[in-house]
Nanobody, 111 residues
Framework: VQLVESGGGLVQPGGSLRLSCAAS????????TNWFRQAPGKEREIVAW????????WYADSVKGRFTISRDNAKTTVYLQMNSLKPEDTAVYYC?????WGKGTLVTVSS
């Protein structure tokens, strides 16, 4: 599966962004999809995942209640809606399916 993230950018604290992960490959809809992030000087960490059907999702405590993961299998795309953004959310955000990774999209939260 090839993955391409988009939607990152500069946003003020308290703002919102929606990230997209566009996938190619007929098997995309069979797999869980994960969003990870890596902040400068820190290890990559998982942010959220969603089941193949979209019926189950999980969130890291640091984003619970602020981020929402969703997917549209017809469009082979997974989304990450990020609200109430904080400076500590600044990171490169990556989409992941099994062993496949996108190149990431940078999110910067700053005033």
């Amino acid at each position: 599966v090839q993955l391409v993230e988009s939607g990152g950018g500069l946003v003020q604290p308290g703002g919102s962004l929606r990230l997209s992960c566009a996938a190619s490959g007929r098997t995309f809809s069979r797999y869980f999809t994960n969003w990870f992030r890596q902040a400068p000087g820190k290890e990559r960490e998982i942010v959220a995942w969603i089941s193949w059907s979209g019926g189950t999702a999980w969130y890291a405590d640091s984003v619970k209640g602020r981020f929402t993961i969703s997917r549209d299998n017809a469009k082979t795309t997974v989304y990450l809606q990020m609200n109430s953004l904080k400076p500590e959310d600044t990171a490169v955000y990556y989409c992941n399916v099994n062993e496949d990774w996108g190149k990431g999209t940078l999110v910067t939260v700053s005033s």
